[in-house]
């Protein structure tokens, strides 16, 4: 049984089920390799020719060289791996996070610690919260 | 016998874990969180549990996409806070207890619970930082740790209601322990947060705090929440709190016994990208 459809209809939001897992397997393998120091490295020296290593296709490993983490994500990444290159370039969680959002980074901070983004209008897309805009990178 | 004294709810966000580490708890931004622990060390002063069993979530850090077990009961002696990118957390290693983990293993997998078993596991800051805020700096821990790690990452996650009936079989299998153990069942992660997309920074404080309601008076039905209803009003990644369910289901009252006093409940936003919730459950 596939997941519900209702997952798809929340706004802005990628669910990360067995389809996605599939599409992103080596993408979200190669952000695992980052964990060890010395690929870290060698990925910061030739980020192209590491890459190059993966069996990731050409749209996931220019997403990747952009930094473009809303493009990884439709591209089958997970967060959670995808935090593995921000750990590499220095990111924290916030600044990862945030910066799929469109927001600045300061102001992102400041929703977050004005209570953060509002669950009214974005619970299905279709509403009219902050978080229904088209995502540019579709 | 084994008994079961308290359940303890927490976020595990690791910003705070790197706040901690960095001694920033006395920043302003952070004090807020942390001063909701306070009550906690010294409550835990108190309790002196020997066995805390944890349920917590990996964070593609020990399990990638190459294995992916949907329930996972550490019976190793001996567990390495991992290096997730930025170093090991400069914490002390996590002492298992192998004999009552075997124990729970078999005994819940003969009622149906199908667990992995893993013996050789870094641990994540899903595990570590609850540690940190309930115990605060220490050179040692002062209790044994049995890590149980629920996938909460790739979806289907598991179901509320299949958590809280592993709780509850988890609770008969620790009070069939021959040993006279004070034991704590912990559940961590959430409270509402996305972590991604347009929609991230999503914080639902009423939502939240309906679930705390729930979790204390009527965990039975909060169990029956589908997970889309989690994804949905606490964010993609607020769905880790269907691990608080575990917790929940090992105390006495779900099957008969008294409700749990509430000796401590905590409720903060933000930290980093996430609400801060806190709940310390006794059993009477």
Redesign the interface.
Known sequence: MS??K??KE?????????EQ?RKG?WL??F??S??KAAN?ERFKANERAYLDEWKMTEDQKQAVMARD??AM?ALGG????L??IG??DGK???Q???S???MSEEA?RD???N???S?EG???IGEHGD???P?KDK | MARITASVYSSHI??VGAAFDLGKTHEP?WQKVFSGYDFSKQWENEQKPDVIFLVYND???AF???MIPTFAIMTGPEFMPA????GRRPVPPVIGHPELASHIASEVIQKDFDLTIVNEIDVDHGLTVPMTCMFGKVDAWPCKVIPFAVNV????VPSGARCFALGQAIRAAIESYPEDLNVQVWGTGGM?H????????????E?DNDFLDRLIDDPAGLSKMPN?DY???AG??GIELVMWLIARGAMADTRGGPKPKVAHRFYH??A??T?VGHLILENA
């Open positions: 997941l519900d209702e997952f929340i706004p802005g939001t990628i669910i990360f089920d067995a897992s397997y979200n393998q952000c695992m980052l964990m870290r983490l809303n994500m997970n967060i959670y791996f935090s593995k750990a590499t924290s969680f916030q990862m996070a945030g799929m959002t469109g992102y929703m977050m610690i209570g953060g983004r669950i974005n619970r299905r978080a229904q805009r995502n | 690791p910003a931004y964070h593609a850090t990638s996409l190459s290096d997730e990118g930025y990452v790739q979806h289907p509402s996305q972590l991604q997309g347009p929609r991230a920074g999503l914080i639902n404080r939502w889309i994804v949905r009003e993609s990644e936003v933000p980093s990208n609400a």
